[in-house]
């Protein structure tokens, strides 16, 4: 349960567990990309992957199967899945990205939930989601990360976002 302060927030239905238009990776396919990405996820200075091709190769299933695996796995703190095909869902456009992904994260940890609360009842966040988008993303996500800097930047509890269709 959150905090009335996030209960507020708009989201999107962006998470892998909701795609409805494509499916995981089917047993025993693209099991080397899969391992691989997790392998290099896990690495301690490896902090990003850029997972590109043409349409239809793959990347979205791909990259479904890799959050799956990692829920199972408890890093993964957050995913977000665009789709264009989805007009009026926020899944779309990213206007509903910031407070989405921040509902995630705060649903994932704690002390994540506790520094965002704290950004949202400055009284002049009342209406975050009015901001332009970038000053969302640093309300939201940014300045709440920060707080936590120290504890996940140590590597010791890895953490992973996963997005998907940034380019639509």
Request: aromatic share 8%; proline share 4%.
């Amino acid at each position: 349960m959150f905090p009335a302060e996030i209960s507020k927030l708009k989201r999107a239905p962006a998470e892998h567990i909701y795609v409805k238009s494509k499916s995981k990776c089917l047993p025993g396919t693209r099991d080397k990309i899969q391992e691989s990405l997790l392998k290099h996820l896990m690495g301690a200075g490896d902090r990003f992957v850029w997972l590109r091709g043409s349409p239809g190769t793959g990347k979205t299933a791909i990259s479904m199967s890799v959050a799956s695996t990692l829920k199972e796995q408890g890093m993964l703190a957050a995913s977000f899945f665009w789709d264009k095909n989805q007009a009026g869902t926020g899944l779309d456009s990213i206007g509903l990205f910031p407070s989405t992904l921040a509902c995630q994260l705060a649903s994932f940890n704690e002390d994540f939930k506790l520094s965002l609360v704290r950004r949202l009842r400055q009284s002049d966040l009342v209406f975050v989601q009015d901001l332009p988008l970038d000053k969302q993303i640093n309300t939201l996500m940014i300045e709440p990360m920060r707080d936590l800097k120290n504890m996940w930047s140590s590597g010791k509890d890895r953490i992973v976002i996963v997005l998907d269709g940034v380019d639509e």
